[in-house]
């Protein structure tokens, strides 16, 4: 079976409104825990996509990273989780700006990673 490209696009945006819809209905477990499960599977999708979609693969391998490659490619998701977690518990303004600032920051990763991925191959 073979989805419309519109949709197939769009699938991992869809799930991750659906992990948000979940988490407004209420704070039961099972809730909780398929919110859970369509983030993770949405950031899968995302991170399997970007890879297969690369145009940087030529670079140079032996780069020294802070994390391994798998840490580092969700990390920025794994970010804008803690805010949301942050933003659900706390009513303190000081813990809210700082899972607004999660939010920045997974925002400005992923849209450098995005910007520097789609580049194509240059001699420098």
Not at 84 to 99: E, H, K, P, R
């Amino acid at each position: 079976m073979e989805l419309p490209k519109v949709v197939y696009e769009n699938l991992p945006y869809i799930y991750f409104l659906i992990s948000g819809g979940l988490l407004v209905f209420g704070n039961e477990w099972a809730l909780i825990f398929s919110a859970g499960i369509f983030y993770v599977v949405a950031c899968i999708v995302l991170v399997s996509r970007s890879a297969n979609r690369r145009l940087d693969k030529h670079k140079d391998k032996s780069i020294k990273y802070y994390f391994p490659e798998l840490i580092y490619e969700y990390l920025p998701y794994s970010y804008g989780a803690i805010g949301i977690f942050v933003l659900m518990i706390t009513d303190n303004s000081i813990y809210q700006f700082g899972a607004f600032a999660l939010f920045v920051l997974a925002l400005r990763n992923l849209m450098c990673r995005k910007n520097n991925r789609n580049k194509a191959p240059t001699l420098f």
